[in-house]
């Protein structure tokens, strides 16, 4: 069965770079949802978005946007990396609001 | 917001051993998902699990909603099986700090 797509796997950026972020959701599912994971800590809710519509928003610093396109394509936007922006970033889709989330692989960035 | 408490922190085991994994979680939810966590990070889904048993192979979940807790049963332990197991509560999931399982064989 297709999963969630997300590119780039790996990234790396210097401080004050931006960096864009891509998450293809599983075909037919219409809610996005990204997370952020520091080390050796839980992932953390960023936003969401339903039916291309920003539906809930989390701890997103206002340096990070994101948006849903119609094709359900999802890219979270970073500006002015800071060295505490290194993470795991995952995307993860659902089919409505409230059911199962499915999660990508993640994109490791790596702030230097 | 919601509160989600994961116990224990940490748990070593022989391979075939058993283990249960617990998740407190402080007001009603109608998300519950169980996940593993690989050494590659990768997050797997185990369960959806907002109330009631479920049973996949080795390993089974339930959900008392009423008394907001889920336990994770892992049986007959492999190495395989090693990471951190993840319970989150939703709608928009709230992570616990999870539960670090190394099996040893």
């Known amino acids: 069965a297709a999963g969630v797509i997300q590119s780039p796997r790996h990234l790396i950026k210097e401080k004050r770079e931006t960096a864009t972020l891509k998450c293809y959701p599983i075909p037919r599912h219409d809610t996005v949802y990204w997370y952020q994971q520091g080390p050796g800590q839980d992932p953390q809710f960023l936003i969401s978005f339903y039916e291309k519509m920003q539906s809930d928003k989390g701890s997103i610093p206002d340096r990070f946007s994101a948006q849903q396109f119609s094709d359900y394509h999802s890219e979270l936007n970073m500006s002015s990396l800071e060295l505490g922006d290194s993470a795991l970033y995952f995307c993860?889709?659902?089919?409505?609001?409230?059911?199962?989330?499915?999660f990508g692989p993640g994109t490791r960035l790596t702030v230097l | 917001g919601i509160q989600v408490e994961q116990s224990p922190p940490d748990l070593i085991l022989q391979e075939g051993a058993n283990s249960t994994l617990r998740c407190n979680f402080s007001d009603s939810v109608n998300n519950l998902q169980w996940f593993h966590q690989n050494p590659w990070g990768q997050l797997i889904n185990l369960f959806y699990?907002?109330?009631g048993t479920k049973q996949n192979g080795r390993l089974s979940a339930t959900t008392v909603a009423t008394e907001r807790y889920s336990l994770l049963y892992i049986s007959s332990s492999q190495t395989t099986d090693s990471g951190v197991y993840f319970c989150a509560v939703g709608p928009l999931l709230v992570f616990g700090a999870g539960t670090i399982l190394r099996v040893k064989s």
């Open positions: 699990i907002p109330s």
């Open positions: 993860a889709s659902s089919l409505g609001r409230n059911n199962e989330q499915f």
